[in-house]
């Protein structure tokens, strides 16, 4: 009778709690407290947004690297993006409309949020997982921005995660007070510190959302592909990722190398005297946005001696990068014209005073013969300075040492435009939102074409993300990256693989920008 009664009950039990909605998705458990997110429209993807990974850097933490979060009992409710890193207001310029920004509000100091979209249902499902780090020359930039969205990807079975770091002065502000304070004797550094930071706690937590922290890529573009370029190559991010993409953006070249420590310093010394020259103390107690307006000059990381301990080349040369697959490329149409473009006399001859005996070489990659070719010249020599160069010598750089697959690609497609944005063709950052299918995040005029490459590239990225390989059914082939046939992937109308066109004009830009003869 007892046993049937109980029998009875517990039928009872399970009837109530299966017909009791469970909240959507459920309560997760982080290292430092529950969180509970919201679903697509579908039902079918988790996403938690604004989960703190460190205490917010604010007060005597400013320019200290991150610290712990300070655990919390209650539910925190993340579903919402956190404020993103303190910058100027976003304004749209030149080929970057509105959707390449990060929102207008909330931007603040305490900024140190991650956000995760998953498809997974259970905590043991071991998802590859992504991390993504944004753009803005380390000044600007932001998680929140449209064509970062996580969504398109969870979909493809992966682990989607974005996070935040510290930019501008509030990231890369060295001093030799600063070095004095750190155990490292060490700064400047404060948003790679960040960035690793929020790998550990993927590292940590990430198992709890369905993925695999044996199994991360991190990706970038622009200076998050810089940033990535700088986690392979430091000894802190060892063992935090197995693969990495890196959307033009590298630092490869003597010519266009990170500072060194005393170099920063030097800058944050200058800074400082515009500030007051006032001690360590008082620079931290300055208001945030009084320092944001009143500290001008640019920002970037430094070869500090600690989480970088020598240049990129440096050590990519002598293999002590963390080794990884790398899937790496850059943009058609990236490069940047000053405001006045020389016409072809102008070019001619400043390039022979600058290549001398190699004028007729150089000419022969960027001629200059009428005004409109010496135009396209200079779009390109940016383009091959700035993206092209640092991440082909990236490429033959782990080709060389063979250690993993390497693949290479260049977007060529020109996201369809009206009025002056006609004019970007296959723009700086214009990849981004055909690699992580978010299109539709993109006030454009798309065609058939552009879906399909979306469908294309997204696939070829959620596959590497998988196992390392972007190939897959449906595909067309992508070999794999070698020093010697140099075959690419072309990201147009109709991807195919091919020999890189313009290999010969990037050996030789790279031996000049290396000062080789």
């Known amino acids: 009778m007892k046993l049937a009664l109980t029998s009875l009950l517990l039928a009872l039990i399970t009837i109530a709690f299966s017909t009791v909605p469970l909240p959507e998705p459920g309560i997760l458990r982080t290292s430092d407290g529950p969180i509970s997110g919201v679903s697509d429209a579908s039902g079918t993807i988790s996403i938690y947004k604004g989960i703190p990974f460190a205490a917010p850097p604010v007060g005597d933490l400013r320019w200290k690297a991150p610290q712990p979060v300070h655990p919390w ?155 990535v370029n700088c986690l392979q190559a430091s000894p802190l991010a060892k063992g935090l990722f197995i693969r990495a993409i890196g959307e033009s953006g590298a630092v490869f070249t003597k010519n266009r190398s990170l500072a060194g420590l005393s170099g920063a310093e030097k800058q944050g010394m200058k800074i400082a005297r515009t500030l007051g020259n006032g001690s360590l103390a008082s620079l931290r107690k300055i208001p945030a946005a009084e320092l944001l307006q009143k500290a001008k000059g ?139 299918d978010n299109l539709k995040f993109v006030n454009r005029p798309w065609e058939t074409t552009d879906h399909q490459l979306a469908k294309t590239m997204s696939s070829f990225w959620a596959n590497f993300i998988s196992t390392g390989n972007p190939n897959g059914p449906g595909l067309p082939e992508w070999p794999v990256y070698n020093r010697e046939t140099k075959q690419i992937m072309a990201l147009n109308e109709n991807p195919a693989a091919e020999e890189m066109p313009d290999y010969k004009a990037l050996d030789f830009m790279y031996e000049k920008m290396n000062g080789e003869k």
């Open 298 to 436: 640019s920002f970037s990381p430094v070869i500090d001696g600690y989480l970088l301990p020598a240049s990129i080349a440096e050590i990519y040369a002598s293999g002590k990068q963390n080794p990884v697959a790398l899937l790496t490329g850059w943009n058609q149409d990236e490069g940047f014209l000053p405001e006045v473009t020389k016409n072809s006399e102008d070019y001619v001859n400043e390039v022979k005073t600058t290549y001398g005996a190699a004028a007729k070489q150089f000419l022969s990659f960027y001629p200059g013969e009428t005004d409109a070719a010496a135009a396209v010249s200079q779009l390109k020599i940016s383009r091959d300075l700035i993206f092209g160069v640092q991440n082909y010598a990236w490429a033959n750089e782990e080709s060389r040492q063979n250690k993993n697959a390497v693949y290479v690609y260049r977007f060529i497609r020109k996201p369809p435009a009206t009025g002056e944005y006609v004019k970007y063709g296959a723009f700086h950052t214009g990849e981004v939102p055909y690699a992580y």
């Open 73 to 227: 009992d209650q539910v925190r409710a993340c579903t919402t993006f956190g404020p993103s890193p303190m910058q100027n207001n976003p304004v749209p310029f030149s080929m970057w409309t509105e959707e390449f920004l990060i929102a207008k509000k909330p931007i603040s100091e305490d900024c140190l949020y991650l956000n995760v979209w998953t498809p997974a249902k259970t905590a043991g499902e071991k998802r590859p997982v992504l991390v993504w780090i944004y753009g803005g020359g380390f000044s600007s930039g932001g998680s929140s921005a449209p064509i970062y969205d996580g969504e398109a990807m969870a979909k493809k079975g992966i682990v989607f995660v974005s996070i935040n770091y510290r930019v501008g002065i509030f990231g890369f502000f060295a001093h030799p007070e600063l070095t004095r304070e750190s155990a490292h004797a060490a700064s400047g550094n404060y948003g790679l510190m960040d960035q690793l930071a929020a790998l550990k706690w993927v590292h940590e937590n990430i198992s709890v959302f369905g993925g695999d922290p044996e199994k991360v890529t991190i990706a970038g573009q622009s200076a998050g592909s810089m940033s």
